[in-house]
């Protein structure tokens, strides 16, 4: 009887060890940081609701944090186990071509007033570029015109009609990255 009860025990200790082993594989340690993270030109830290995470020398933020900041959609497909992260959509928020106007020429006058002179020409354009609406303004500080009549571009300032997130891209300066203004900006400002 005696040998039975040990050797019941043994076997039971050694499907537990077992059973915590295969448990412990599947678990990973990671560090939590508190790293500032900028992302065009912008910290993000604010937006994050989820701890920074390090783990084997990579960082980690949570996708549904990353797609807040960028204002995307995400969804999860419980059934096909799928995560489809896209830019929001829905309502048009700017379908006023004078609004648009009136607002990349603001953004021009805030960040270029000093380039601006009697010779500066502009062009508002209506564009479509995949799924997204634009409204898009060239700039030429210096008056001059392409073959087609509008202005050589010294600057663009790019409206996104979806949600209201501004681009601008001075083509003057070849290593300067764009500056993206984000609705959120504006609003804090």
Same mark, same amino acid.
């Given at each position: ?88 959509? !829905?309502? %048009?928020? @700017?379908? *006023?071509? /004078? ?8 953004? &021009?006058?805030?960040?270029? $007033? ?49 949600? !209201?997130? %501004?681009? @601008?891209? *001075?083509? /003057? ?8 203004? &984000?609705?959120?900006?504006? $609003?804090?400002?």
């Amino acid at each position: 009887m005696k040998k039975r009860k040990i050797c019941i025990s043994v076997m039971i200790m050694m499907v537990i060890g077992v059973t915590v082993l295969a448990a412990a594989e599947n678990k990973i340690e990671a560090n939590i940081v508190n790293y500032m993270i900028v992302a065009d030109d912008a910290p993000m830290n604010d937006y994050l609701g989820d701890p920074i995470i390090s783990y084997k020398d990579r960082t980690y933020v949570s996708l549904r944090d990353y797609a807040n900041y960028y204002d995307k959609d995400i969804e999860w497909d419980e059934e096909l186990e799928m995560i489809t992260m896209q830019d929001k959509r !829905g309502e %048009i928020i @700017i379908n *006023d071509e /004078e609004t648009g106007e009136a607002i990349c020429n603001a953004v &021009l006058h805030e960040h270029f $007033a000093d380039r601006i002179t009697d010779k500066t020409i502009s062009l508002l354009r209506d564009v479509s570029i995949g799924r997204d609406l634009y409204y898009i303004l060239d700039v030429s500080f210096g008056g001059y015109v392409n073959y087609f009549g509008g202005p050589v571009q010294d600057v663009q300032v790019v409206l996104s009609r979806y949600t !209201g997130k %501004i681009t @601008i891209k *001075d083509l /003057e300066d070849s290593n300067q990255n764009p500056h993206i203004i &984000l609705p959120r900006e504006r $609003a804090d400002n």
